[in-house]
């Protein structure tokens, strides 16, 4: 397994992200910077595959299937000049989910639950927003995901789920991980316990 290569990808901006709110499970799509940033990163993309000597139509695609993450698939494969829909979607690649916290900002989730987010805030990685997921419960989602991998891969995904893959491939450690930032236009490149930034 630590011989695959996975090109990680979040998401391109959305209008939610500009305003500081979260996303989760709702169905957000790209704005314009989030459609450039998608493309920028399958132009990256297709500079890192070439100097790994691979063709691009020889690994394999899948994203989360939120609208997010595949449009901003679609706009990668186009730059590496193949079919748009050419790839597999994974419901375990979905974004952590925020249950009632969806949708709002820090300010407002402090507001509304001042005690479950000061918790939180303290221990993320264990501490689930309400009605929502702990960021425990996504590793172990991730691990399986990564354990189904058999050829390298092209991801598409999201913030929550790249931190929570770091963990599950042992590059980071949950307190490093829960407040990494996940730039978007960029390729994350984890490889032989190892991982990169590429933008």
């Not at 991998?149 to 929570?164: F, I, K, N, Y």
């Amino acid at each position: 397994m630590s011989s695959l290569i996975i090109y990680f990808i979040r998401h391109g901006e959305t209008a939610w992200n500009a305003a500081g709110r979260f996303q989760g499970s709702k169905d957000i799509p790209l704005n314009d910077l989030g459609r450039t940033q998608a493309s920028h990163a399958g132009d990256v993309l297709g500079d890192l595959v070439a100097r790994n000597g691979h063709m691009p139509d020889a690994l394999a695609f899948v994203a989360s299937p939120l609208i997010r993450a595949r449009a901003t698939m679609e706009l990668v494969r186009t730059e590496l000049a193949l079919p748009p829909d050419g790839f597999a979607l994974d419901d375990r690649l979905r974004e952590i989910a925020y249950g009632e916290w969806e949708g709002s900002t820090l300010q407002e989730m402090r507001a509304s639950h001042p005690e479950l987010f000061a918790e939180r805030e303290h221990d993320k990685w264990h501490v689930s927003p309400p009605g929502g997921e702990s960021y425990v419960s996504v590793t172990q989602r991730m691990r399986d995901w990564y354990g189904s991998l058999t050829t390298d891969t092209v991801a598409v995904s999201h913030g929550g789920t790249a931190r929570a893959l770091m963990v599950a491939t042992g590059v980071a450690t949950p307190e490093k991980a829960a407040d990494l930032y996940i730039e978007q236009g960029a390729v994350y490149v984890f490889s032989d316990g190892q991982l990169a930034k590429y933008s």
